[in-house]
């Protein structure tokens, strides 16, 4: 392999690992392996939540309540994001697909900026007609 090609594929990976998201795939995996406590722990203090035709702002300990109870009643294979990107307001945005044990869901979640960290503010959690 040529030195500058060697050198372009190190810096992609070092970039590529820096682009990585840590609250994005805290929430990805809390979402995969069905944890409402460990997804709760990314939430803003009052999250807009949005499980099915239901939406409201919630505390933190409601919220996580509400999402372990959709997780009981669908428990999670997996979630794959198929879109991101950023609001008007600056927020960072995903959407995927959550397979589940009992059909397909769309997800949509925002990420926003909290002084160094992020935190979800919303997250949807909506029947899909997807069949991946």
């Known amino acids: ?3 500058p090609l ?3 594929l190190s810096l992609l990976l070092v970039l590529g690992l820096h682009a990585q998201d840590p ?8 979402m995969r392996t069905g944890n409402a406590a460990a997804l709760a722990e990314q939430f803003i203090p009052n999250i807009d939540l949005t ?3 239901t939406s409201e702002v919630y505390s933190r300990s409601q919220a996580e309540q509400i999402v372990r109870k959709f997780f009981n009643d669908h428990p999670p294979v997996d979630l794959v994001i198929e879109h991101s990107g ?3 307001f600056g927020d960072e ?4 697909i959550l397979r589940t044990r009992t059909g397909y869901f ?3 979640f925002f990420l926003k900026k909290n ?3 992020k935190q979800v503010k919303q997250l949807r959690i909506e029947s899909s007609k997807n069949d991946l």
């Open 1 to 3: 392999m040529s030195r």
């Open 6 to 8: 060697a050198l372009l």
């Open 23 to 30: 609250v994005r795939d805290k929430v990805v995996q809390a």
């Open 51 to 53: 499980i099915k035709e």
């Open 86 to 88: 950023v609001s008007k």
């Open 93 to 96: 945005y995903f959407i995927g």
């Open 106 to 108: 769309r997800v949509t």
């Open 115 to 117: 002084g160094e960290t």
